[in-house]
């Protein structure tokens, strides 16, 4: 079975520009979690849905950055404008919640570089 | 504020040795603890979890240990192999929970 796809693995762009990334979890998972990766701060939550519903988005830097999940089996993340801080790997991660906490599956991440 | 705690970034450690990594963490609400892996260009992957209501879970060579009054795990791996090179992170949640809260992870070297 395929994991979770996330997608392009790499994105460099130049400040000001949009950026978004995208995330298929795996079939079945209705839950979705995306986490941004840097070496001060390690793993961070930004935000996790819950059958397709944002559940705590407390964890977003700020309004630039925007996440939707369409369906049980798309989600992207947004960065708009994107500002070199931005620059980190992003992962999105698939869970099958059933009321308590299970384990989460990590796809390969995007490594984004904003010049 | 991090809630989950790794201070040691780094770890080297002779092959066929043990390797102990730590984590703390400050929510005494936190019931459950995983441990994941990461390879270079890859995603984390799980490698083994313990719930409050045990203090030791083993899985081959990979041990974790819990200390809920310390607020404090560790991973043990015996014997350490080069193939164990990684980073390593500690993670935590309340059962009731969805959300995971990892730690800045530690970057284990095994030496051949």
């Known amino acids: 079975d395929a994991g979770v796809i996330q997608s392009p693995r790499h994105e460099v762009t130049e400040m000001g520009q949009e950026v978004t990334l995208r995330c298929k979890p795996i079939?079945?998972?209705?839950?979705l979690f995306w986490y941004r990766q840097t070496m001060m701060r390690g793993l961070e939550l930004l935000i996790y849905?819950?059958?397709?519903?944002?559940?705590?988005d407390s964890g977003m830097p700020e309004d630039r950055f925007s996440a939707k999940m369409p369906n049980a089996s798309f989600s992207t993340l947004k960065i708009q404008p994107s500002e070199p801080r931005d620059s980190a790997v992003y992962f999105c991660?698939?869970?099958?919640?059933?009321?308590?906490?299970?384990?989460?599956?990590f796809g390969p991440g995007t490594r984004l570089l904003v010049l | 504020d991090q809630q989950v705690k790794q201070n040691s970034p780094s770890l080297s450690v002779q092959e066929g040795r043990i390797s102990i990594l730590n984590c703390d963490y400050t929510?005494?609400?936190?019931?459950?603890f995983l441990w994941y892996k990461k390879y270079p260009a890859e995603g984390p992957t799980f490698l083994i979890s313990?719930?409050?209501?045990?203090d030791k879970n083993e899985d081959g060579r990979f041990t974790v240990f819990l200390n809920k009054s310390a607020k404090h795990l560790s991973l043990h791996i015996v014997p350490s192999q080069p193939g164990d090179s990684a980073v390593y992170f500690c993670?935590?949640?309340?059962?009731?929970?969805?959300?995971?809260?990892f730690g800045t992870g530690t970057s284990l070297t095994v030496i051949p």
């Open positions: 929510n005494s609400m936190f019931d459950y």
């Open positions: 313990i719930s409050s209501i045990k």
């Open positions: 849905f819950n059958n397709n519903v944002p559940i705590d």
């Open positions: 991660a698939s869970s099958l919640a059933q009321g308590a906490a299970e384990t989460q599956y």
């Open positions: 993670a935590a949640s309340a059962w009731t929970g969805n959300q995971f809260y």
């Open positions: 079939s079945g998972h209705n839950s």
